[in-house]
Each structure stands twice: as structure tokens, then as C-alpha cells.
């Protein structure tokens, strides 16, 4: 019986730790986590998405860091902090000049949450300067 009492009250403590370890916040919500810019010409240039997302904690979201993937990819945060129900967001520009083909970058953001990733997406078509170029290239 003894053997019992000490058992269950085992098994009682960690499921009653088991909860405590839960965190009272979770992470804020992105409206989405992936974009895609689908096809677009390179004389576009630059172009930009901006994702949100909405503060689902009981506290405030300070984003303390964002960092892309490489130079061609620019992120511009909230800076200051996001109250609970409250959304913000991360603005990311895309530099296509000089870049044709498919690219997939990632965006990282360093919360006092936690960090997530984010990523943009889509393909460039070569110019068509450039395109001309080119057949001149092949035809000599």
C-alpha cells in the first residue's frame, strides 16, 4: 500500500510540473509565414511584402532582431513594443536589378518570444535589354 501512495504521488508531482513548465505566452501569430512574389520582370526592381502578425501573449512582443538571409533582402521592423492584441509587423524589399532566375530568402526574427523564420519567394524574368543581349551573344 505504502508503495502505492508513494507512486501515485510520483506520478502527481510530474504532471503537476509537466504544467508549470508550460510558458504562460506562446509566440505572436504571423499572418502568414511564406510569400510569394510570383513572376515578375527585373526592370521592376524592388518589391516589397509586408508581413504582419498579432501579439497572442500576455505580455508585450518586442522584436529585438531581424536579420535576411543575404544583402538583396531589406527588413524594417516594429521597433517598438507590441502590447498584447495589439499587431506589428515586418517589411521585407526584395532588390530583383541584376538577380534573374528563382530565389528563396529567409528572414529571421529574434523575439523576446522566441524567433521565427519567414521567407519570400518567386522568380525574376531576365530583362529585356539584357535578353537582347544575349541573342546578339549567341548569334556571333
Known amino acids: 500500500m505504502k508503495r502505492i501512495v508513494v507512486l501515485f504521488a510520483t506520478i502527481l508531482a510530474f504532471v503537476a510540473s509537466a504544467f508549470a513548465a508550460e510558458p504562460e505566452n506562446q509566440a505572436a501569430t504571423f499572418n502568414e509565414i511564406t510569400y510569394d512574389f510570383g513572376t515578375f520582370p527585373e526592370e521592376k526592381g524592388k518589391v516589397t511584402h509586408v508581413f504582419q502578425f498579432k501579439n497572442d501573449t500576455k505580455g508585450p512582443i518586442i522584436l529585438q532582431d531581424v536579420k535576411a538571409s543575404c ?25 530583383a536589378k541584376g538577380r534573374p532566375g528563382a530565389f528563396s530568402k529567409t528572414i529571421t526574427v529574434t523575439s523576446n518570444q522566441g524567433v521565427t523564420r519567414l521567407m519570400i519567394k518567386g522568380e525574376v524574368e531576365l530583362a529585356k535589354e539584357n535578353k537582347a543581349d544575349q541573342v546578339g551573344t549567341l548569334a556571333d
Open 71 to 95: 544583402g538583396c533582402t531589406t527588413p524594417k521592423w516594429t521597433k517598438t513594443p507590441v502590447l498584447p492584441g495589439k499587431t506589428g509587423e515586418v517589411e521585407v524589399t526584395y532588390n
